[in-house]
């Protein structure tokens, strides 16, 4: 059934296990992590990013999502990823979109503020639920279109500020993960979220889940990460099981690819954590 993040996201936290949100880039990618979630009998938050606009419009993606969303019982957020721009992320919520991410990260404080702030009063009208990032989400190698950068920890004073200024409904924070591929390994900064899970209210997110290590994730999930992100992992595991296919045929290697997501996606919800009947 098709929903918005903001009960799914409250459960989380308040339970001590984390949503998670891969990103599909196309039909097989997202029927797969909905067939994973219904299996288990979970929640699951898919998430469409404007780095896959130029191979899968609005419109198809909003289309898909609320087809596939529907058919199942498990509560199926329908979220845009990283959207850089308010005309996207309006766009997105015109188009059915159940749950946006405004991501003004790269500007100052005052203006991450208000961009952030804008959103909200559009989306919140729609029953649409509204993430943001306060601090920035570095990146290792990546498939999507996030350059090369290094991570800035989240200021428990800013996020505080931001939170109660936008009345944003998630915050994500960046406490060392990167997105892709990492290139060192990574060191979590778990005092600053026990920080940020005690001054802020609102359910807190993490970017950059691939790579990032289940006792890291898992820890995260517990200290009250209620959401994680993923997308690199998956898109590994679907290309790792169209190699042990050997085999030409496209369908195969389409099934093959999907196989290897669900079996990733399955892995992580024993990490995060699954909501309780």
């Not at 990260?105 to 993430?131: C, G």
């Not at 042990?244 to 195969?252: S, V, W």
């Amino acid at each position: 059934m098709l929903v918005n993040s903001r009960v799914m996201l409250q459960e989380a936290r308040r339970n001590g296990y984390a949503v998670p949100s891969p990103d599909f880039f196309n039909q097989t990618s997202l029927r797969a992590y909905i067939e994973t979630a219904e299996a288990l009998d979970q929640p699951i938050i898919v998430a469409y990013s404007e780095a896959f606009r130029n191979t899968l419009s609005i419109e198809e993606a909003a289309w898909m999502g609320k087809y596939y969303a529907e058919k199942v019982q498990v509560p199926v957020a329908l979220h845009v990823d990283h959207g850089f721009s308010t005309d996207f992320v309006k766009a997105c919520i015109d188009a059915g979109f159940t749950s946006v991410m405004i991501d003004a990260s790269n500007q100052s404080l005052k203006e991450n503020i208000r961009i952030t702030k804008e959103i909200v009063q559009y989306a919140h009208p729609h029953n649409v639920t509204v993430e943001a990032e306060i601090g920035h989400v570095g990146s290792g190698e990546n498939y999507e279109s996030h350059e090369q950068t290094d991570s800035i920890y989240t200021e428990v004073e800013d996020a505080v500020l931001f939170a109660e200024q936008t009345s944003v409904d998630s915050l994500a924070v960046s406490i060392g993960t990167a997105h892709g591929n990492y290139r060192g390994t990574p060191i979590l900064n778990f005092d600053r979220l026990r920080e940020l899970r005690s001054a802020i209210p609102i359910p807190l997110v993490l970017h950059g889940g691939s790579g990032t290590g289940d006792a890291n994730l898992k820890y995260c999930s517990e200290l009250g990460i209620a959401k994680i992100n993923l997308f690199t992992d998956l898109v590994n595991s679907g290309v790792e099981s169209m190699k042990l296919a050997h085999t030409d045929d496209l369908i195969e290697l389409t099934k093959a690819s999907a196989d290897g997501m669900k079996k990733m996606l399955q892995h992580y919800y024993n990490v995060f954590g699954r909501k309780e009947d």
